[in-house]
């Protein structure tokens, strides 16, 4: 059972906009530490999609974005595209954990 | 080009021992935390722990913690992963990963912007 808390999938049309949240406490998102998340094709490297909660590392497109609040994030992907198919971890770090790492559950995001 | 170039894959038994390696290439080695990564079959990814290499400052989740040992050594740049005595529940996908740093300034929490291409572990008998 992960610390963060996601949907299992989602799924949309091309071009609908999906969103997934990522729920977990006070002792991860509602403290001061960040959340990132990562898109995963399996058999493939997890690749940085978000970090420090709402920030796009260069070339990441504009259709990914993220928001935070209290004990909850949320990455939205606008525009699906076929190639946005694909496993969507968040991760932060929690106290109650001395501080170490957790990922979501991971949400497998489906293009119908 | 910065990279992270993991060792190949394993095929071991109950009990072995196994050190899995992550090189690092194309930035300042010493200065960005490395973390490591497991994915089980059909499952998602867990964190396991983090080193920096400069000081070899080493954390570790607690559902890690005395099962496995992260290490550096600085002077090759390279990261290790390592086990003294395998179980085949520790057969999975294991990914290093460089923290990210923003001038010059780099937070153990901070997310994973690099990650290697993954060394395959399997022990069975």
């Known amino acids: 059972q992960s610390v963060l808390t996601q949907p299992p999938s989602v799924s949309g049309a091309p071009g609908q906009t999906v969103t997934i949240s990522c729920t977990g406490s006070s002792s991860n998102i509602g403290t001061a530490y960040h959340v990132h998340w990562y898109q995963h094709l399996p058999g493939t490297a997890p690749k940085l999609l978000i970090y420090?909660?709402?920030k796009r590392p260069s070339g990441v497109p504009d259709r990914f974005s993220a928001s935070r609040s209290g004990t909850s994030a949320s990455l939205a992907i606008a525009g699906l595209q076929a190639d946005d198919e694909a496993y969507y971890y968040c991760q932060s770090y929690d106290t109650s954990l001395s501080g170490s790492g957790v990922f979501g559950g991971g949400t497998k995001v489906t293009v119908l | 080009e910065v990279q992270l170039v993991q060792s190949g894959a394993e095929v071991k038994k109950p009990g072995e021992s196994l050190k899995i390696s992550c090189k690092g290439s194309g930035y300042t080695f010493s200065t960005y935390w490395i973390g490591w990564v497991r994915q089980m079959s059909g499952k998602g990814l867990e964190w396991m722990g983090i080193?920096?290499?400069?000081?070899?400052?080493?954390r570790y989740s607690p559902s890690f913690q005395g099962q496995v040992t992260i290490s550096v050594d600085k002077s090759i740049d390279t990261a290790y992963l390592q086990w003294s005595s395998l179980k085949a529940s520790d057969t999975a996908m294991y990914y290093c990963a460089r923290g990210y740093c923003s001038g010059g300034v780099c937070y153990r929490t901070d997310a994973f912007d690099i990650w290697g291409q993954g060394t395959m572990v399997t022990v069975a008998s």
């Open positions: 420090r909660n709402t």
């Open positions: 080193i920096y290499p400069g000081d070899s400052d080493t």
